[in-house]
């Protein structure tokens, strides 16, 4: 099994290359706990997907310390490789989104099923079995095909630094994700009974703190390929879209291909505690929870010792 990381984002409200932040005294980063407990869950192969001109930065520190713990290779996220038809507008300077990045690793994954994940968030292990044993038992080469989202309890996931964006996702019967609204401005409020709320409107609405929300880890199969290559064709071919600042989100391909009858999507439930930076003072909250996890004994001072 392989584990995918969105890497190649450019980290603009944080400020530099957040992905390669150390948050250890050791020097560990967030993607160094990412896959410690993905090797811990099984799988075996680590595609990183990053700009170019981070490979050096990449393997001169993750990239090395991985050597001999698991199968680590790189695809890159470029402008130019965009479907047969799309013309590259001049002056444009940002990736064309998540969609676009997996799409740019289809030759490096293969065949392989594989779990995607963001670089710079802390999903805590648990997800990385949730998702590892749906990829061994459940996944189907057929049509539709059967993938798996980890969805992470509200209250787990939000920021004291200021609201968050959250996809807020409603399963059927038969726990099958069908829709997943994404949801500005959400905070915290211990005040009301739902427990949180959100800004929508011009005015604050309740907003249970026990919603599920999607944090952006899939198990998927390569039967997305060929949607991720539609999405991106039509998204960067609407003359209606800024074609300087258009993205392809992978969660908006996912459901063109629920709605489309080519997939399902299977919920899966996490409790873990998330840790994310999206600015600069996350970085205490992610370093003293992952510290804590460290001293409880989850995780060893040095991962790779």
Known sequence: MTLVVLAAGMGSRYGGMKQIDPITDKGNFIIDFSVYDAIQAGFDRVVFIIKPEHEKDFEETIGARLRGKIKVEYAYQTLENVPEGVEIPEGRVKPWGTAHALLCAEDVIGDDPFAVINADDFYGR?????????????????????????????????????????????TDENGKLIS???????????????????????????????????????????????????????????????????????????????????????????????????????????????????????????LWA
Do not use: H
């Not at 489309?260 to 299977?266: F, I, L, M």
């Not at 873990?272 to 003293?288: C, F, H, L, N, Q």
């Open 126 to 170: 648990e997800m990385y079995f949730a998702i590892a044993d749906f990829l061994r038992t459940k996944i189907t080469d057929g049509i539709p095909a059967r993938f798996c989202m980890v969805g992470y309890v509200l209250k787990n996931t939000l920021s004291p630094n200021g609201t968050v964006t959250r996809g807020i996702c409603k």
């Open 180 to 302: 997943l609204v994404e949801t500005f401005k959400i905070q915290p409020n211990p005040s009301i009974p739902e427990g949180a709320e959100s800004f929508e409107d011009g005015e604050w609405r309740p907003l249970s703190e026990n919603s599920l929300v999607s944090m952006n880890c899939w198990g998927l199969t390569k039967q997305i390929f060929p949607v991720l290559r539609e999405c991106v064709k039509e998204v960067l071919t609407d003359p209606a879209r800024d074609p300087l600042k258009c993205e392809v989100y992978l969660p908006i391909s996912i459901f063109k291909m629920i709605s489309d009858g080519r997939c399902t999507v299977d919920m899966l439930k996490t409790n873990a505690r998330w840790y994310g930076v999206t600015s600069r003072e996350d970085k205490p909250i992610v370093v003293e929870g992952i510290g804590q996890l460290i001293k409880e004994g989850v995780y060893p001072e040095d």
